[in-house]
């Protein structure tokens, strides 16, 4: 993976910024080696910036990519992300004449374009964001992958078109302002940590949405087409049959996946998601000559105080040796790192966790994911994880319950009212909530396609899937490429295949949710790959601290921003919101399972943080 970015210069003749300032906000992602392209017009209209993290041909895949004919240069890409088709298109692409130098598959994304411009996107198996440049047609494309896994963020700034992987880089281009309107405030206090798809809360900023491709030339606007959607079909197979071709779709996308030139595990939580692609990729990297490492996260007297409740009723800790076990009679020779995490470096990673993401995120969720990820990078530089078979599968709770289901807006945030209670009254009569709420939701109902012959039931199935892959699942993957990237860590989401997507959306509901089980078609499909008493276990999200100390420490935090009446969080919020929040044992969640009373707390820390980090104006 890799950190891209880039200025189109207008009609006026903006001058480009020294490329060093654009590159320093991509080191992290990018660790290994960087570059740049200017076009060679006598007043150049176009620089592409690269920062890369090496995982296929370290020593040739190097970027900016350029294609050159009859001497001159005809196309330039910066691309960040993984093609796990490479050996596919590149028979096919030799087949029609192209030849390579290398063996990367930035080559293979390029010579796709080259030969089938944006249609190459529907051939594409893997996750991306990526812009090509035409030198001839001096125009600029950008696409990004079916799923959204990596970002793409884009602007218009007087006349310039920029882009990057993150906020931050588009940040660093001068004459750009850190600024929020009414929109950036419903994001922050009624989304957050959500967004809304294509949104970048910050005035100006957006992001080309998932499954999304643009032109654009020199002091035009982007030209965005959406090249790919979940569409009905009809489902005929038995539930046999299905279960044979989950299972099928499983195996090859973590086989697909497991392809890299440098070292890659695995995220192990004990779960059924992580458990099945820790077991799938043991025994394919043990059959291939290579041994699996795997990596459990746990809290400092986590077990003394877990508390079972209806999002979280058994804790991992008992699981993990049970799936170190499993896997070491597989292969004797895998390897099991357990990370444990204690509260003064959670509270103190807060901060990080900002500056990873650009934005306030889901607190402690995020710092601890944060603090892991840099402990994996000390021994593998890719790693897979089970992000997003619950959306997929229907594993959440919101799911399964009929009462929750049944309601309107988003089932991870219910709390419209609460959450619009903190702001100040001048802000809240600029917008109206449940309105703000409303039509955003409206906005991917609108757009959810089902069958004439659907069941009421089915069709509120097809929607809820929708409404995750399309908020919940985006800041999960928004999380975990931030936060994992932030220390050069690649993160594989073999669950993301838009092949599994495609298929489970077709699925009807009663055989996704087999004999009862929350993802039991997954577990059915899956039976021999773990143990039962893993493979059957209850669903449990992220791991995160049940220790009274985080409670304490975050407690402390925000009563220093309360008492600081320059605190700039106090421009926005109500402070005598702040201190209900403060005395309250509240578990009415701020956002999706785990933000409670603690976490709240810690978003409204991270708030202030980012606030006074980029000095934010608000309009």
């Not at 965005?224 to 569409?231: A, D, P, S």
């Not at 001048?426 to 917008?431: G, N, P, Q, S, T």
């Not at 039931?457 to 699942?473: A, I, Y």
Request: with cysteine.
């Amino acid at each position: 993976m890799c950190a891209i970015a880039g200025m189109l210069r207008g009609k006026e003749a903006t001058a480009f910024p020294a490329p060093e300032k654009i590159l320093s906000t991509m080191q992290r992602r990018g660790p290994d080696s960087e570059g740049v392209f200017t076009s060679e017009e006598e007043n150049p209209l176009i620089t592409l910036y690269h920062a890369r993290l090496a995982v296929i041909d370290p020593e040739n895949g190097r970027q900016p990519m350029l294609f050159s004919a009859s001497g001159k240069n005809r196309y330039a890409i910066v691309y960040n992300g993984e093609l796990y088709n490479t050996a596919d298109l590149k028979t096919e692409l030799e087949s029609l004449g192209h030849s390579f130098q290398t063996s990367a598959d930035t080559e293979v994304v390029l010579h796709s374009f080259i030969e089938w411009k944006e249609k190459c996107l529907s051939k594409f198996n893997g996750i991306f964001a990526f812009a090509v440049w035409n030198c001839e047609e001096k125009q600029l494309f950008l696409a990004r992958d079916r799923m959204g896994v990596k970002p793409l963020f884009f602007m218009l700034d007087g006349g310039r078109f920029l882009f990057a992987s993150e906020i931050k880089t588009l940040l660093a281009f001068p004459g750009v302002k850190p600024q929020i309107d009414s929109q950036g405030i419903a994001e922050l206090m009624l989304c957050g940590p959500g967004r809304t798809p294509g949104c970048g809360v910050f005035k100006g900023v957006q992001e080309l949405k998932a499954a999304q491709y643009a032109w654009i030339v020199p002091g035009g606007q982007p030209e965005i087409h959406r090249y790919w959607k979940l569409t009905p079909k009809p489902h005929t197979e038995s539930f046999e049959e299905t279960a044979a071709h989950v299972r099928s779709l499983v195996l090859d996308a973590i086989n697909r996946q497991l392809v890299s030139d440098v070292p890659i595990g695995t995220f192990l939580s004990g779960g059924l998601d992580s458990s099945l692609i820790s077991s799938v990729a043991c025994d394919m990297l043990r059959d291939s000559g290579k041994h699996l490492t795997t990596f459990s996260v746990d809290y400092k007297d986590n077990s003394r105080y877990f508390r079972s409740g209806k999002f979280q009723p058994q804790s991992d800790t008992g699981f993990i040796p049970v799936m170190q076990r499993y896997l070491s009679e597989k292969d004797p020779q895998c390897v099991h790192h357990l990370i444990t995490l204690d509260t003064p470096a959670l509270a103190e990673a807060l901060m990080d966790a900002v500056d990873a993401r650009d934005l306030p995120g889901m607190a402690d969720v995020d710092s601890s994911l944060l603090l892991f990820c840099k402990e994996i990078r000390k021994y593998v530089t890719v790693a897979l994880s089970g992000e997003c078979a619950d959306e997929l599968f229907g594993g959440y709770p919101w799911y399964r319950d009929p009462e929750i289901r049944s309601r309107a807006g988003f089932p991870w945030a219910q709390t419209t009212s609460w959450r619009s209670s903190f702001l100040r009254p001048e802000y809240l009569a600029r917008i109206n909530p449940d309105e703000y709420m409303h039509n955003r939701e409206q906005m991917t109902l609108s757009d959810t396609d089902s069958r004439p012959d659907d069941s009421p039931l089915e069709k509120r199935m097809r929607q809820m899937m929708r409404l995750n892959t399309d908020w919940f699942m985006q800041t999960l993957l928004d999380r975990k490429d931030r936060m994992s990237m932030f220390w050069g860590l690649e993160v594989r989401v073999p669950f993301c295949d838009h092949r599994i997507a495609e298929y489970l959306y077709n699925v009807p509901w009663d055989i996704k949710d087999h004999d009862g089980y929350e993802k039991g078609l997954l577990r059915s499909a899956m039976e021999g790959w773990l143990p039962p008493e893993v493979l059957w276990r209850k669903k449990s999200p992220y791991p995160k601290t049940h220790n009274p100390s985080y409670r304490a420490a975050v407690s402390e935090m925000l009563e220093e921003i309360i008492a600081n009446p320059n605190a700039p969080l106090l421009q926005l919020v109500r402070p005598e919101m702040l201190r209900e929040l403060l005395d309250s044992d509240s578990q009415v969640p701020w956002y999706g399972q785990l933000m409670t009373a603690p976490q709240t707390m810690a978003y409204m820390i991270q708030l202030n943080y980012w606030l006074k980090k980029w000095q934010v104006e608000i309009l």
